[in-house]
Nanobody, 127 residues
Framework: QVHVVESGGGLVQAGGSLRLSCAASGRSFNNYAMAWFRQAPGKDREFVAAIKWSGGTTDYADSVKGRFTISRDIAKNTVYLLYLQMNSLKPEDTAVYYC?????????????????WGQGTQVTVSS
């Protein structure tokens, strides 16, 4: 059974930093992409960043390019670890952030490109 679990959200002032983590297990994700999406109240879920597990190629939304960094750890005990380092945070970054796994294409910027999802973690940036 696949499990995808995010952690690391919280409340931070504008200009601050947070690091989100995601642990995915239950299958091999070596040949897939993994990504972060976010969803603010009343808005659609939007793409933030993605990484190809094999090779580490990355892709970022323009709104976070230069401020956010996606990375992954080599699989350990079949747990795939995904990170999102968020710097220079802005109030408009406030949202629930979701980890997505098993992206079967590249680039993969649509939620429909991913088969496994976490429950989300809240990020709130105060002005």
């Amino acid at each position: 059974q696949v499990h995808v679990v995010e952690s690391g959200g919280g409340l931070v002032q504008a200009g601050g930093s947070l690091r989100l983590s995601c642990a995915a297990s239950g299958r091999s994700f070596n040949n897939y992409a993994m990504a972060w999406f976010r969803q603010a109240p009343g808005k659609d879920r939007e793409f933030v960043a993605a990484i190809k597990w094999s090779g580490g190629t990355t892709d970022y939304a323009d709104s976070v390019k230069g401020r956010f960094t996606i990375s992954r750890d080599i699989a350990k005990n079949t747990v795939y670890l995904l990170y999102l380092q968020m710097n220079s945070l802005k109030p408009e970054d406030t949202a629930v952030y979701y980890c997505a796994a098993r992206g079967t294409k590249w680039p993969a910027r649509s939620p429909y490109d991913y088969g496994d999802w976490g429950q989300g973690t809240q990020v709130t940036v105060s002005s």
